[in-house]
């Protein structure tokens, strides 16, 4: 797929900070797939490196929509290498299906955030916008034409993927790893991204994630998302992106998220 312009659903959307507010939402989508939730637990750093697992996503994210042609094909390189080690009894995170959910799960929290926000897209434009989120995919190595084409085929899968979840105690530990850090500083944070990913999820999906809830929980969440609506699409749009910013800033400088040496021996690799 070639770079986007700036007019674009996924260039205009997918930078916005309010997008961050799925952001747990998206990762325990993920890992209610339970081979999804057994590669994650074997092998990610959730615990011990929650900042940096964190900014790497952001780092995927952004660089795939807003890097330049060199940075995307040396990121999406890199992560494919990486996940070329995970894999394991019951998973392996090349797999097109594990593929396909997570970047369809990018995709939905993306898209779900924004209309929350700002309203839903027309037709026209959200069909763009599922065409351009393949992007996703394609850099994790999944074939583009294994991409949902349309809005009603990227609808039917979402619908069987969703019946098809199943929360089991190594998602539930990932889980309270995720929204209880160790990092002091990082608490609060996750207190928020609990409630906000408390009333994104499905009641039968927060049930299996043992994620408590209540009615005055539900009555803040929803105040939140009120006090968003009104207020976040008046802010400047250099700030509502200044993650964005701060992110590919941080990806370009002293080799990437990865630090130099260990960055330079993956490049070795994917070059």
Same mark, same amino acid.
């Given at each position: 797929?070639? +770079?986007?312009s700036d007019e674009t659903p996924l260039? +205009? *959307? #997918? #930078?916005?900070?309010c997008a961050l507010g799925g952001a747990g939402y998206a990762v325990l989508l993920q890992i209610?797939? /339970?081979s999804v939730a057994r590669g994650v637990h074997d092998h990610s750093s959730f615990a011990s490196r929650p900042f940096a697992r964190l900014l790497g996503t952001l780092y995927f994210v952004y660089g795939t929509i807003y890097g330049t042609e060199e940075e995307r094909r040396r990121l999406h390189a890199i992560v494919r290498a990486m996940h070329q080690k995970v894999t394991g009894p019951g998973y392996r995170a090349l797999d097109h299906d594990l593929l396909l959910w997570v970047a369809a799960t990018l995709f939905h929290s993306s898209s779900r955030l924004n209309a929350m926000v700002f309203g839903e897209l027309g037709a026209e434009e959200y069909a763009?916008?599922? +065409?351009?989120?393949?992007?996703? *995919?394609?850099?994790l190595g999944l074939p583009e034409e294994e991409w949902p084409a349309t809005p009603a085929e990227f609808d039917a899968y979402w619908e069987a993927g969703m019946r098809a979840l199943r929360v089991g105690e190594e998602a539930r530990s990932i889980t309270r790893e995720l929204f209880h850090p160790a990092s002091a500083p990082l608490r609060p944070l996750m207190r928020?991204?609990?409630? %906000?990913? #408390? #009333? %994104? %999820? /499905?009641?039968?999906l927060r049930e299996q994630f043992r994620i408590p809830w209540s009615d005055a929980r539900q009555r803040r969440f929803d105040r939140v998302v009120? =006090?968003? +609506?009104? =207020?976040? /699409?008046?802010v400047p749009r250099p700030v509502r992106f200044l993650p964005v910013t701060l992110s590919l800033w941080s990806m370009r400088r002293s080799g990437g998220w990865l630090g130099p040496r260990r960055a330079r021996r993956l490049r070795r690799i994917v070059s």
């Open positions: 797929m070639g +770079r986007s260039r +205009r *959307a #997918g #930078g916005e900070a209610a797939h /339970p763009a916008f599922l +065409r351009e989120a393949s992007a996703f *995919a394609t850099a928020a991204q609990l409630l %906000l990913t #408390g #009333g %994104l %999820l /499905p009641p039968d009120r =006090v968003t +609506r009104a =207020v976040y /699409p008046r």
